[in-house]
C-alpha cells in the first residue's frame, strides 16, 4: 500500500468546469483511471460505480473517473449511462503519467499506449492509501467501495 501524498492537479471535468484535487480535501477521493468512453469493460465499470455512489458518499468519499477521452465524449458517456460523478479528461495524460498509468498494451494484436485500468484511494489528507493496476472492471468497486468504508 502506497502512503505517498499526491501533488495537486486540474484536469477539465465534465459540467462545465475544472475538478482541482485540493479543495476536495475534506473527504477521501475513489480515482479510477480507465481506458475508454463506451466500451464494455469501462462501461461495467462507470455503472458499478454509479450503482454503489450512493454508499460511498456515506462514507465520506467522492468518485472522479479520468481517460484521455474529450469532454465531449465524456458528457455522452456520462448522459447514456446516468453517471453521477465528474469524469475527466487527461488529453495531454498529465495526470495519467502522474500516476504511471500510461503502459504498452496489446490491442488485437498490435502494440498501442494506453491506460492500463487503475484504482486509488486517497484520504482526506491527499495520501494514497491503497491502489489496484491491471484491475478487471467487474466487481471491482465493491472491494473499493469496502476499503473506503474502512477509512
Given at each position: 500500500m502506497s502512503q505517498q501524498a499526491v501533488a495537486d492537479f486540474t484536469l477539465p471535468a465534465t459540467g462545465a468546469a475544472d475538478f482541482s484535487l485540493y479543495p476536495i480535501r475534506s473527504h477521501s477521493l475513489v480515482i479510477y483511471f480507465y481506458p475508454?468512453?463506451?466500451?464494455?469493460?469501462?462501461?461495467?465499470?462507470?455503472?458499478?460505480?454509479?450503482d454503489l455512489y450512493a454508499e460511498f458518499l456515506q462514507a465520506g468519499s467522492e468518485i472522479v473517473g479520468i481517460s484521455r477521452d474529450s469532454i465531449k465524449s465524456?458528457?455522452?458517456?456520462?448522459?447514456?449511462?446516468?453517471?453521477?460523478?465528474?469524469?475527466?479528461?487527461?488529453?495531454?495524460?498529465?495526470?495519467?503519467?502522474?500516476?504511471?498509468?500510461?503502459?504498452?498494451?496489446?490491442?488485437?494484436?498490435?502494440?498501442?499506449?494506453?491506460?492500463?485500468?487503475?484504482?486509488?484511494?486517497?484520504?482526506?489528507?491527499?495520501?494514497?492509501r491503497q491502489e489496484w493496476r491491471g484491475l478487471k472492471?467487474?466487481?471491482?468497486?465493491?472491494?473499493?467501495?469496502?476499503?473506503?468504508?474502512?477509512?
Open positions: 475508454k468512453d463506451d466500451t464494455p469493460g469501462c462501461t461495467t465499470q462507470a455503472q458499478q460505480f454509479r465524456h458528457e455522452k458517456f456520462k448522459t447514456k449511462f446516468t453517471v453521477p460523478f465528474a469524469l475527466l479528461s487527461d488529453a495531454e495524460e498529465k495526470v495519467c503519467t502522474q500516476f504511471a498509468v500510461i503502459k504498452q498494451k496489446k490491442l488485437y494484436g498490435k502494440e498501442v499506449r494506453g491506460i492500463e485500468r487503475s484504482t486509488f484511494v486517497l484520504d482526506n489528507k491527499g495520501i494514497i472492471a467487474d466487481g471491482h468497486a465493491q472491494e473499493v467501495l469496502a476499503v473506503v468504508q474502512s477509512l
